[in-house]
T-cell receptor, first 111, second 113 residues
Framework: GESVGLHLPTLSVQEGDNSIINCAYS??????FIWYKQESGKGPQFIID?????DKRQGQRVTVLLNKTVKHLSLQIAATQPGDSAVYFC??????????FGTGTRLKVLA | EPEVTQTPSHQVTQMGQEVILHCVPI?????FYWYRQILGQKVEFLVS????????KSEIFDDQFSVERPDGSNFTLKIRSTKLEDSAMYFC???????????FGQGTRLTVV
């Protein structure tokens, strides 16, 4: 079967520290993976994606790592800020037409 | 900044009634999606739509669901006979050709009583 899931439901991080959110997937045929951020009462917001032929991709304060050997994806947020508090979903895209979302990790930033 | 717009923000309906959820995707996007999110759970794919037809649908998207693009800007999701378990947040999303980024609307909270 196919599944995209997350190791931890809640992650608490001190403001200014780095955050690492993990995701496991089972389907090797995915074209690329996406991280979404969902703030309370809002729709998911695209953060960053990574193609299946890449190992690492960096954005502004975020880095996504893809380990295809163990089918593992991570999102690293540098210098976590209060505005980073949200639920983070990994999602996989296969082909053109749909995204499969994981169960989500809630990130809490502690002042 | 362009955005996906959904209306209404909250819809309360009686069980067995029909509801239509409205979405205005970003104007130059060609791929459209509906997702739902039951409270506290993950975002679930319902259906994708491209070139005026359904591209793919999930097992959730049964005969009580339908989608339509009635004109050049709107994209609707109809639930024919609502059930209590249809209560959820429904998100519309759109995506441009060649981009991996799907833009989501703010969602419509559907409450079936």
């Amino acid at each position: 079967g196919e599944s995209v899931g997350l190791h931890l439901p809640t992650l608490s991080v001190q403001e200014g520290d780095n955050s690492i959110i993990n995701c496991a997937y089972s389907n090797s045929a995915s074209d690329y993976f996406i991280w979404y951020k969902q703030e309370s009462g809002k729709g998911p917001q695209f953060i960053i994606d990574i193609r299946s032929n890449m190992d690492k991709r960096q954005g502004q304060r975020v880095t996504v790592l893809l380990n295809k050997t163990v089918k593992h994806l991570s999102l690293q947020i540098a210098a976590t800020q209060p505005g980073d508090s949200a639920v983070y979903f990994c999602a996989e895209n296969r082909g053109t037409y749909k995204y499969i979302f994981g169960t989500g990790t809630r990130l809490k930033v502690l002042a | 900044e362009p955005e996906v717009t959904q209306t209404p923000s909250h819809q309360v309906t009686q069980m067995g009634q029909e509801v239509i959820l409205h979405c205005v995707p970003i104007s130059n996007h060609l791929y459209f999606y509906w997702y739902r999110q039951i409270l506290g759970q993950k975002v679930e794919f319902l259906v994708s739509f491209y070139n005026n037809e359904i591209s793919e649908k999930s097992e959730i998207f049964d005969d009580q669901f339908s989608v339509e693009r009635p004109d050049g800007s709107n994209f609707t999701l109809k639930i024919r006979s609502t059930k209590l378990e249809d209560s959820a947040m429904y998100f519309c999303a759109s995506r441009a050709t060649g981009s991996s980024e799907a833009f989501f609307g703010q969602g419509t909270r559907l409450t079936v009583v």
